[in-house]
Structure formats: structure tokens, C-alpha cells
């Protein structure tokens, strides 16, 4: 079993930038696929970016691909990720999840955090 949490939300002004941190615990955590996902207020929650286990296999949704890099640091159990550029249409919470296979789909992660506010606003 994982333990997610998020940290590094926060209000940004627009073409700012934000690192966001997902910290697991669990010693199964290397071999897990890491996801972010974000929901806006009367939105469905949808896929931003995924990383699998070994850092070489990266997906992005198309709204985000040149400005948000996701990583991961094994030895610290944290996947960050790095948002540029940020866009009002940017603002949502924003989660992160784990799956056994390296997936878009939402049902298919089984452990989420509790997820961090992000703002993009002037």
C-alpha cells in the first residue's frame, strides 16, 4: 500500500511558476506508476502527466506538454511537478495518484492524496 501527499500549491500569477511535491511512503513505492491529476470546480477530474518507475517513460496531456515536466526522486519517495507558464485555466486542485501500469485512465489508480489548491490568477 502507498501514502500520497501533495505539497506546493499555491496562488501564482499568470506565466508564473509552481513546483508541486507528491511525498509516498510504503516501501512498494519504486515500483509503482506515479500520475497528476487536477479537477477544476465543476469539472471532471482529468490526467495531466505520469511517470513510471525507472524516470525513462513520460505523458503529458496536450494542454500541458512544453510547460509541465514531471520527475521523480526515488531516494527522497517524491514525484514533483515543475509547472511553467502557468494559465488561469491552470487552476484546479491538483493530485497525485499510483498504479500498477502506466495509464491515462483515472480508475485506474488505486491510491490518491488529498490534493493541493492551485491559482492562477492576477
Not at 98 to 106: E, K, M, N
Request: aromatic share 12%; charged share 15%; net charge positive.
Amino acid at each position: 500500500q502507498v501514502q500520497l501527499v501533495e505539497s506546493g500549491g499555491g496562488l501564482v500569477q499568470p506565466g508564473g511558476s509552481l513546483r508541486l511535491s507528491c511525498a509516498a511512503s510504503g516501501h512498494t513505492f519504486g515500483s509503482y506508476i506515479i500520475g497528476w491529476f487536477r479537477q477544476a470546480p465543476g469539472k471532471e477530474r482529468e490526467f495531466v502527466a505520469t511517470i513510471n518507475w525507472s524516470a525513462r517513460l513520460t505523458y503529458y496531456t496536450d494542454s500541458v506538454k512544453g510547460r509541465f515536466t514531471i520527475s521523480r526522486d526515488s531516494a527522497k519517495n517524491t514525484v514533483y511537478l515543475q509547472m511553467n507558464s502557468l494559465k488561469p485555466e491552470d487552476t484546479a486542485v491538483y493530485y497525485c495518484a499510483a498504479a500498477t501500469t502506466l495509464t491515462t485512465i483515472t480508475t485506474d489508480y488505486n491510491y490518491w492524496g488529498q490534493g493541493t489548491q492551485v491559482t492562477v490568477s492576477s
